[in-house]
């Protein structure tokens, strides 16, 4: 296996599906992204990978960074399941500069027949992109729970150095284990779980990819809580992505989450997002993606699964906002610049890589429709609610229509990030996300803008491809 390579013109004009400015892997399959952290002058960010087919297998850590988290090189694979404590999966974790080496922590998957086991594993990414493994960590205290214990995120508090980790109890209950760092190793100092409320408190049968932080004053916790069930059109997925706040007055060793879950995306396929904070900014990237869902049509290309957009975090008056990272803004090439009253509007430039934005000023409701056959797209807002549709996915049994209601009684802002075979929805200036995968067979028609009343300014940005440097 070549320990880099270059996205070409030739390999794109081959695929229409792959993403022009959103990461993916040249070939296999691509899920959790890993290790998102600043190092020796880059951003570095790790994703699960299997380089040699399109099955969840033979799970590697895959490897690029950035100086503007817009343009990636590629690394060879830093993990592989090559040691006994890893020898069925390198599965997701956290990375931390010590300025010398990144440090590595991921989880070790060993399947024994029946018997599933569980190892937290540390390595050392050296200067000279070599990579040692160190082992399974010593750690006092995991007996309560199952074989699923996985995805340790590395966080501090004050001067102590601290893991969260995913588990499952004897119970089959999902929650999350704190660490704390002893002389001799990790000891578990916490263990933590909540009922989540999708209709009725239900419990989740695993917490994945746990992550804490902290936004100003305010501690948070990200989980993906799986085996909740909801019929709302908001949400019906089993694997859900959101976060808790959390009262972290008396530390890690007394942490308390709130009874209140939020989504993180309000879309059809998001999922594992691990955050990044750096200079002041905290930064999220997750997968646009869903554990257990259907085969996407590229895997006749012999690639499937991608990333999603960075986005930018805040905390304000109590919520959180999420904004494309304005770095991705450099990718802009042309623009068209409309404005428009109620009626039917038609609208022309839609393409495989471009951003619409419009700025809605006393609209009480309106609709976007994109065509494109089979795999068309509508996004409407009226009376706080908006709603997303799409058309033919590709593949059997996905959903097709997401609904969220805003805070707002009015819809103020919209942006729409179009990428070969993916879309993304940021409402109200980061208020919600929505976003989700589509595989269209044909160029984008022209669009139909109706609106009810009220004015609107609409931006049409072309982006250009965010080529993979050497």
């Known amino acids: 296996m070549s320990e880099s390579w270059q996205w070409t013109t030739d390999k794109f004009a081959a695929d229409p599906w792959r993403p022009c400015y959103h990461i993916a892997a040249a070939t296999g399959l691509i899920n ?39 343009h990636w090189q590629s690394h060879a694979a830093a993990l592989a399941p090559t040691d006994w404590f890893d020898k069925d999966g390198c599965y997701s974790g956290t990375a931390v500069s010590n300025g010398e080496n990144l440090e590595l922590y991921y989880t070790g998957n060993v399947r024994n027949g029946e018997q599933r086991l569980s190892y937290q594993c540390k390595a050392l990414l050296q ?59 990790w000891c578990e100092r916490h263990y933590v779980t909540k009922d989540i409320n999708f209709g ?63 989504l993180l995306d309000y879309g ?8 990044l904070q750096h200079q002041g900014e905290t930064v999220l990237i997750g997968w646009l993606g869903l554990p257990d869902e259907a085969e996407h049509p590229t895997v006749a290309h012999n690639w499937t699964q991608m990333l999603g957009l960075p986005r930018s975090l805040s ?74 549709e799409r058309g033919q ?3 059997a049994n996905s959903d097709k ?15 729409l990030f179009i990428d070969s075979s993916s879309f993304e929805l940021f409402v109200n200036d980061g208020e919600a996300v929505l976003s989700g995968r589509l595989f269209p067979q044909q160029a984008w028609g022209q669009a139909q803008l109706i609106l009810d009343d009220g004015q609107v300014a609409l931006t049409l940005s072309q982006l250009r491809n965010s080529w993979i440097e050497e």
């Open 32 to 70: 959790d992204p890993n290790g998102f952290s600043f190092h020796q002058g880059r951003f570095q960010l790790f994703y699960q990978w299997n380089p040699f087919g399109c099955e969840h297998k033979n799970k590697h850590w895959g490897h690029f960074s950035s100086q503007d988290l817009v």
């Open 127 to 185: 200067p000279d992109g070599k990579v040692e493994k160190l082992g399974p960590l010593t750690i006092e205290g995991l007996d309560n729970y199952t074989g699923h214990v996985r995805d340790p995120k590395f966080f501090h508090w004050g001067e102590q150095s601290w893991i969260v980790l995913g588990v499952q109890t004897l119970e089959l209950q999902g929650g999350i284990s704190l660490l704390q760092q002893q002389d001799q190793g």
């Open 200 to 262: 009725h408190p239900q419990q989740a049968y695993m917490w994945e990819c746990p992550d804490l932080l902290q936004l100003d004053d305010q501690w948070l916790l990200l989980a993906c809580p799986q085996g909740i069930h909801s019929d709302s059109a908001e949400y019906n997925s089993t694997n859900l992505s959101g976060y808790f706040t959390v009262d972290m007055h008396g530390g890690p060793a007394e942490l308390s989450i709130s009874n209140d879950f939020q």
């Open 268 to 275: 059809f396929e998001f999922y594992a997002p691990q955050t």
């Open 315 to 388: 905390w304000q008056d109590g919520y959180l906002l999420q904004q494309p990272i304005a770095a991705i803004r450099e990718l802009i090439s042309g623009q068209q610049q409309h404005s428009y009253g109620a009626g039917k509007h038609s609208l022309s430039g839609i393409s495989r890589s471009c951003l619409l934005e419009m700025e809605l000023t006393s609209c009480g409701a309106f609709q976007l429709l994109l065509p494109c056959g089979d795999a068309s797209l509508s996004i409407s807002a009226s009376q706080g609610q908006w709603v997303i």
């Open 393 to 395: 996915l590709g593949c």
């Open 401 to 415: 229509k997401r609904v969220y209601q805003s805070r707002s009684a009015s819809p103020t802002k919209l942006q």
